[in-house]
């Protein structure tokens, strides 16, 4: 019987699961930011960790761009490297293969990497809900008047939100097309709505002109989490100080952030210089109009919180629409250990 190695199995699941956010070489350090940073307590030499993100660099990160900018990290004895995502590239791949300590993540990627027999596990969640939805024109005015409306959906939505969104309003693949990132094709027919983020085609929309509405799929049920932060199970072993300082101080980062944004905002638009100020103003007021960080079980647990409530959602839904084995060790994909720890409250 043949043995495979990890990054055998997770070529496997990229070609089925497709790459949600993945990985350009550009990065940030938090030893290059001398001036300004906290004083550490650590008489020893900092940890050098490497954070793999899961998009170019905007404010769903802001959070951890603020822990390197405000020295948070560097008061946790963690010396942070931040390496942008962006498409084409398997994040999980690469976490596997040690060129990232750990990575943004969400639910579903974490569960099928573990159900093909890769040891990775999921810490934390920066994000009380995924914040993928719907873009509909102004004459929309709930998920369940798209019927007769020709959706746009991604890849990677086809194996995630798309069957959940089937399944709950009866809709049909004959009315999805290929969304390839381009809004065109929804400014040009009224009868066209497409996935899209609360601070990116939503944004894009408004530069436009255009009137619409966005359904965030959270407010309907959808159960996972996302910006989870997720890292590989030897790590855990091996590393656990390390794994519990980055977590407590990714979350102080986050409310740092939400509180005063600017230095976070300034590595943001070092990292990735076509992010303007407008944009990353209206990201952060998405951030706190739909709670994504302070709501759901983190206004009572903490910034980062998780339940076994919420993955086992996650996992039947998977379950029940096929994307996933009735068999597979969920409890595996995470745990609660470090961020029950933390208690970073909003």
Known sequence: MRVLSPLHLLSRVFRFFGSHRSFVARSVSAASLAGGLIAAPFAHAADHVTLLTN??????????????????????????TIKMGGPQVNGMQLLAGGQADFMLGYDFQTL????????????????????QGILTHADVSSLAGLKDKTILVAGSGRTSWWPWLKAKYGY?????????????????DPNVAMQAYPSSETYQAEQAHVPAHFFLFADDGYPPYNTTIVTMRDTLKNKPDVVARFVKASMEGWKSYLNDPAPGNALIKKDNPQMTDAQLAYGVAQLKKLKLVTGGDAAALGIGAMTDARW??????????????PATDYHSAYT???????????
């Open 55 to 80: 998009w170019y660099a905007q404010a769903e990160h802001g959070g951890f761009y603020q822990a390197v900018a405000a020295g948070i990290y560097q008061k946790y004895g963690l010396d942070v």
């Open 312 to 325: 086992k959602k996650t996992f039947e839904y998977m379950v029940g629409a096929k994307l996933l084995k």
């Open 112 to 131: 099928s990497s573990v159900e093909a027999g890769i040891p990775v596990t999921t810490v934390a969640a920066a994000f009380q809900y995924d914040p």
């Open 172 to 188: 049909a693949d004959a009315q999805s097309r290929p969304y390839t990132f381009n809004l065109q094709p929804f400014f040009a």
């Open 336 to 346: 609660l250990q470090f961020i029950q720890n933390a208690k970073v409250m909003p």
